[in-house]
């Protein structure tokens, strides 16, 4: 069974430039996650797609960000302008269920977009 | 005060040792806790997960919850220098996980 894909690995983009970033998640999963990491910082939320929907854009930085999941399959997280600050490595992660209680959602990582914004 | 703590080291133990790893939560609504293994520059990967208070355990590895202290704990038995890693210690509260900023371990041959 394929993982969760992430593509490109690395871009590197010039302060003002777009950058368009894409995750195909595991096969079957409805529940998919984009996460940064900044330097120094741990891994952090920005936002849960349940299918095509959005259920939880909390931790979106600001309205430069937009994500996608058109069809419920593969998702898109455009930067739009990008700025230095948003240099780091985004991770996208999917999961077959909820984390309810009496149960975990195990959320499965893809290997991450290093963004470079110089 | 962070929400998700780990002791970023680096833990250094050696070869057939126990390694533990800690990691303190603050949110007492995060039902489920993650223990994710991240090599330099892969992505992380899921070793163990923990919903119930107590041990659970899978092979060598045995992860620890205790609800009322909000503490969460990794021991890796029989270290082997491939269990050199960053190891990430992760809550889960409505959905999406907060990290802990991942503890360094080496272990010496």
């Known amino acids: 069974e394929a993982g969760v894909t992430q593509f490109p690995s690395h871009s590197v983009i010039e302060k003002g430039q777009t950058v368009t970033l894409r995750c195909d998640p595991i096969?079957?999963?409805?529940?998919l996650y984009w996460y940064r990491r900044v330097m120094g910082k741990e891994i952090k939320f920005l936002l849960h797609?349940?299918?095509?929907?959005?259920?939880?854009e909390s931790g979106m930085p600001n309205n430069r960000f937009l994500a996608e999941r058109t069809g419920g399959t593969y998702s898109t997280l455009k930067v739009q302008p990008a700025e230095l600050e948003d240099s780091g490595v985004y991770f996208c992660a999917s999961s077959l269920t909820l984390g309810l209680a009496g149960s975990a959602g195990e959320q499965y990582f893809g290997p991450g977009t290093r963004l470079t914004v110089t | 005060q962070k929400e998700v703590e780990q002791n970023s080291g680096p833990l250094s133990v050696p070869e057939g040792a126990i390694a533990s790893l800690n990691c303190t939560y603050s949110d007492r609504g995060s039902q489920s806790f993650f223990w994710y293994r991240q090599y330099s520059g892969k992505s992380p990967e899921l070793i163990m997960f923990?919903?119930?208070?107590g041990d659970k355990e899978d092979g060598r590895f045995t992860a620890q919850l205790n609800k009322a202290s909000q503490y969460v704990s990794l021991l890796i038995r029989d270290s082997q220098p491939s269990d050199s890693a960053t190891y990430l210690c992760a809550g889960q509260g409505a959905q999406k996980l907060v990290f802990g900023q991942g503890t360094r371990l080496t272990i010496n041959p």
């Open positions: 096969s079957g999963h409805d529940n």
């Open positions: 797609f349940v299918k095509e929907s959005k259920q939880d």
């Open positions: 923990i919903y119930s208070n």
